[in-house]
């Protein structure tokens, strides 16, 4: 008899198959245990069965999805619950986390019904005011104020969004948390906060948690043991730092050898010189000579909203309260360099990326592109602009049509913009494929998004921004949720298209080793305000704001463990 608080043995999981094919084991014998207050971290490439275990684990797959093996929780098995006991054991025994919040919250429902209704459904006891107050404190606890109670999931950042999905399941103050990429959206400082909570709730309450991630770093800081995941097979598991100083698999060296390129404490000096942009190496070479001219100017720049507040709080505080996700932003971008833009979730990042692009016009200021200001512009001109300046997002599963094909969202843009008849657009669509890494393009060009995995999405997402060959690419979060190795595959081609393609990027980013690794110049936000400006390695030597040196700090990083 084992006194383990959650077991999974000889687990097995296959999703439905076609006709007689053989059955492709997405999870495939694995087998472990956690016990009360452990903390366990699952690592593995996007697709190697990391979700789908802890999906299986919590009986959250459909019915015809072939399950193998046994999963049980306080010794009862959770594949034999009733409907009524297996509700009870969703929030009140184990939680999940999932990835994207956005797709987890009902989008007419504000934060606080969330709230309400999770307590209300597992502790009907309580009256609304105790439950409010109990959901105010744990919203607080994420670092959600008590004045966004009334809002909707829409009006939250993604990183925002994320906290909420954490406060929900730390609500009914469960034994087992299962946390799918619990940090993908947020900055080091949050992630480092809620982290630290989770641990700190782990020790406290003997709460067992399972943090299924593709970050190294973090998985080392914040767990007892690791588990290193490949193919649906667990392939090396132990002591964290046994695991990361004395990897045994060569897969488990790999993933390493991959984090720890990405958060290189010094480049050589040629690298460094190979990667610099054009603008930027204008700039250092030449210090006296004139300023090469922007080729994206901000002067100013505010975006405010409202909250409008409702009749009752009106008498009591007069005025709607304003929230300054943009408050006079001045900053320039010169052609050829990368710009880093990091900061916290809820900062203003992706609201002035938006801006940038007139997809949300702003309360006040000059956005000029290539020497003309776009405010204001009629939408057949600001349709012309666009064509010079694309977006990479930070999902590409939620960006590309799921009734579409690759070829089909990759020459949208060409139809869109009138460049190019049927038969071109598909030829350029296919040299687009090539050139992203998708090859042989004919075999990508007739699939869906969803028979891609993230990687694989995400580059489909890069050629479709590059198809009509713009000058700027403006990039938010793109990398953040794929694993080191695939982060180093995307992030070195994104370099070789901007040397054959004469980009310059707008690199919006969380993660401050991707930042130092790709990034030129770096403009950290806070506030809704660049807080500080300068070349990266000055940035990370030499910090000037508080708020700078507090985000270096909270980075994980593997060479401190």
Known sequence: MTNALFQVEHLRVAYPQRGSEAIAWAVDDVSFTLNPGEKLGLVGESGCGKSTLGRAAMRLLSEDTQIEGHVTFAGQSVFDLSTAALRRFRGEAVALIFQDPMTRLDPLMTIGDHCLETLQSHQPQLSRRQAKEQAIATLEAVNIPASRWSQYPHEFSGGMRQRVAIALALLLNPKLIVADEPT?????????????????????????????????????????????????????????????????????????????????????????????????????????????????????????????????????????????????????????????????????????????????????????????????????????QRRQMQMVFQDPHACLNPMMTVGESIADPLRIHQLADPQAAKAQVLEMLERVGLSPATAFYDRYPAQLSGGQQQRVAIARALITRPQLLICDEPVSMLDASVQTQVLALMQDLKDEFNLTYLFITHDLWVARFFCDRIAVMQAGKIIELGATQDLFTRPQHPYTQALLQAAPLLARL
């Open 184 to 384: 993908t959206s947020l900055d080091v400082t949050v992630s480092a906060q809620i982290l630290r909570e989770l641990t700190r709730l782990c020790d406290e309450r003997q709460m067992a948690l399972l943090i299924i991630s593709h970050d190294l770093a973090m998985i080392g800081e914040y767990c007892d043991r690791i588990a290193i995941m490949y193919g649906g097979k667990f392939v090396e598991t132990g002591a964290t730092q046994t695991v990361l100083k004395q990897p045994q698999h060569e897969y488990t060296r790999s993933l390493l050898k991959a984090a720890l390129h990405l958060q290189a404490v010094d480049l050589e000096k040629g690298e460094r010189e190979e990667r610099v942009g054009k603008g930027q190496q204008a700039v250092d070479s030449a210090p006296n000579a004139p300023l090469p001219t922007p080729l994206l100017h901000l002067d100013n720049l505010i975006q405010h909203y409202t909250l409008e507040q409702n009749p009752i709080a009106q008498l009591f505080w007069k005025t709607n309260q304003t929230i300054k996700a943009v408050d006079g932003v001045t900053l320039d971008l010169y052609p050829g360099e990368t710009l880093g833009l990091v900061g916290e979730s809820g900062c203003g990042k992706s609201t002035l990326s938006r801006t940038i692009l007139q997809l949300i016009r702003p309360t006040a200021g000059k956005v000029e592109f290539l020497g003309q200001n776009v405010v204001g512009l009629s939408r057949t001109a600001m349709q012309q």
